[in-house]
């Protein structure tokens, strides 16, 4: 098979999406098929020696944000790629200029489209306006998308409720996010301590972008109660995003200078792998995200996480005993860090059954994407009077 995977996001801007499509990508070139990845041009580097083709196309630059904007209709060049790459179908994860992107060479290629659901595009339009008219009618927008693909998947069940809940009525699959095998190395352990300066301290980690939507506030005000009590610890925060300043003035007017660790961006995946295995708890208590993938990663690595009751991230935990689940509560939240802080053992246990029963590998998820893709291959050769 020739699969394209459409993506507003891709490297070396690391967000959930663009992993998700990177690991994509890998892993359907190595069973046999041809890939070709389709996102905004970031940079003009070395790729890196992807296994994959990368077609990118002319983007400008978000005031504030860390993403592009593409724009492949004024990119000639990437236009004429386009047109000499032949493919059997289109997998698009984002329904704005990549998804749109991806209508237009499904349409005129005849050939199947999926959509994935990955974010909660509501949200991110009333954070940007401020305006719950305008959340509405990018709502309608998004459902409008998905409505023209061909077969519609989510990352999780709650995704799933989410993308029905603004109005899609038709089937959804859910297609869950995997994780690769990892192995814990306590050189990379060692490497991250040494660089961040964590030493025997209970470490709290979160992994991702810095930005409120991730209810990063309801961490450093838990943080805040167990500071006050006396407690020893430090909080590391990764990843970066637009509110870091914002973040970085909340944590120091809240006491929290002596106890906090920025780390910035993390390209090094040793580095990350290290503070992972440095984590006594990983803290993501996010209401956002609609897959909590960086959970399914801590859990690789034997870590913990704490998630909020009812979140997209809490489905894969069972409380107590392969991670632990808190209300949206400052308090609450306070209460199961301190528990990783007082008993040890107690996570080490739990932080064991996360890695054996949390952690889904990419390899078999792909083998059931390939499966669809297939299947949506030879039901549209039949509709259209072509040899199957």
Known sequence: MRIAQFSDSFLPIVDGVGRVV??????????????????????????GGYKFDMLDYQS?????????????HMDAHFIARMNMTEVDIIHAHSPFTAGQTAI?????????????????????????????????????????FYEKCDEVWSVSDSAAETLRGYGFKGKIIVMPNGTDVQVSDPADKAMA???????????????????????IERILLAAAELNKEGFVFKLVLTGMGRHSDEIKKMASALGLDGKMVYTGHISDSNMLAGLYQCAD??????????????????????????????????????NGENGFLC??????????????????EKMRVVGQAAKSSIPKNWDGILDTVLERYEKLIKTSLWKNGKDV
Not at 22 to 47: L, S
């Open 60 to 72: 400008i630059k978000i005031k504030g944000r860390q993403y592009k904007v593409g724009v492949p």
């Open 193 to 215: 301590a040494k660089e961040f300066g964590l030493g025997t301290e209970p470490v709290f980690l979160f992994v991702g972008q810095q930005d409120w939507k991730k209810n």
């Open 281 to 318: 708890l990983f803290v993501f208590p996010s209401l956002y995200d609609t897959a909590g993938l960086v959970v399914y990663e801590a859990a690789t690595f034997g870590t913990a996480s704490v998630v909020v009751r009812g979140s997209s991230a809490s489905e894969p935990i069972v």
């Open 104 to 144: 237009i060479y499904s349409k005129k290629r005849a050939i199947p489209l999926v959509g994935t659901f990955h974010s909660k595009y509501k949200d991110d339009f009333r954070a940007a306006t401020g305006m719950n008219m305008v959340a509405e009618v990018g709502a309608k927008f998004v459902v409008d």
């Open 327 to 344: 209300e949206d509560d400052t308090l609450d939240l306070a209460r199961v860090m301190e528990s990783a802080i007082t008993d040890k």
């Open 22 to 47: 990177y690991n994509y990508a890998n892993y359907i070139v190595d069973k046999g098929h041809e890939c070709y990845v389709i996102a905004p041009m970031t940079d003009t580097g070395f790729r």
